[in-house]
């Protein structure tokens, strides 16, 4: 019997009941845990890109105020970043970064391009569930390149396998990969992925279940995030500063477009989170808004009394 073989790493039981661990190291208070797997879902081109994009920039600023945080995420530790992007190519990648450097500093600029990576993946062969030799060095030179990074983007997840989505066994599988990665690298492993038909028809994108695809892909993730459009009730619910003309009234049907809702259902290492709300500005670049229910009087409203309540 090969006595060399490892199926695992052993938990120190007697470590656990004589003396106190650190805390769970988590990107942000909320967020994904270094070493795990999470998700970002929503429908197309509702802004997952940008905004994973936005959170790449922020865990790869190093400066310590965090200037290049435009999303008030609020990062605990910055480090190396590596961007996989399988949907868009590298001019409209450029463009999305330049249309962010219009929301931070420059001091930040230098550590940002020391920090992060980003590689497109358009036109190149990229499958982690093939067996094939090619396929077989992929991984292992992840595991190799970034390990001691803060945080891996695969996006969309769709793209990096050729197997069925809808394969609960072959999703599972692909889970165990990312978790490979995760686990030799020390880095937050996160994918995007889009939702079903019948949740985006029903504005449904923040149902825990909405991801397309089979149940592995909800359920084996340790954090699963959502991006999601203001709906039709929403804007006449809320109001909002940034885009309204007159704060008094709700945001609307027209305007409502620029709205996205950003909320956390699954999350295996920490307490609830409280939905959050981003409004577009120029470029698509998105910022933290505080909304208001229209019925609270402008006084109230000043007081900041009733904020951003999802």
Not at 113 to 140: C, R
């Amino acid at each position: 019997m090969d006595t060399n073989i490892i199926i695992g790493k052993k938990v120190d039981i007697k470590k656990a009941f004589t003396s106190d661990s650190p805390p769970l190291d988590c990107l942000w208070e909320g967020g994904p845990k270094a070493g795990s797997v999470g998700s970002i879902v929503g429908i197309g081109a509702v802004g997952k890109s940008t905004l994973m994009l936005q959170i790449a920039i922020a865990v790869a600023s190093s400066c310590e105020n965090r200037l290049a945080d435009i999303l008030q995420i609020k990062i605990t530790k910055p480090g190396k970043v590596l961007y996989l992007s399988a949907e868009d190519d590298v001019d409209v990648i450029t463009k999305r970064l330049e249309a962010i450097r219009e929301f931070i500093e420059i001091k930040t600029h230098e550590a940002i391009i020391e920090n992060l990576t980003i590689l497109s993946t358009v036109g190149y062969y990229f499958d982690l569930m093939s067996q094939d030799t090619i396929n077989d060095t992929h991984i292992p030179y992840l595991i190799e390149k970034y390990k001691g990074a803060r945080l891996i983007i695969f996006d969309t997840i769709s793209r990096f396998h050729s197997k069925s989505e809808n394969d609960n066994g072959h999703m599972a599988q692909l889970i165990v990969k990312l978790e490979h990665i995760a686990q030799h690298t020390g880095a937050a492993v996160l994918f995007l992925h889009h939702i079903g038909k019948t949740s985006a028809r029903e504005a449904r994108g923040d149902d825990q279940h909405a991801p397309r695809g089979a149940g592995a892909l909800t359920e084996n993730p340790r954090w699963g995030a959502f991006l999601q459009k203001m709906t039709s009730a929403e804007s006449q619910k809320w109001g909002g500063k940034t885009i309204n003309d007159d704060e008094t009234k709700p945001i609307g049907d027209a305007r409502r477009g620029f709205y996205l809702r950003f909320g956390v259902p699954k999350h295996n290492y920490g307490p609830p989170q409280k939905d959050r709300w981003f409004v577009r500005q120029k470029g698509g670049i998105l910022v933290p808004e505080e909304l208001w229910p229209i019925t609270t009087n402008n006084k109230e409203k000043k007081q900041g009394k009733i904020r951003n309540e999802g």
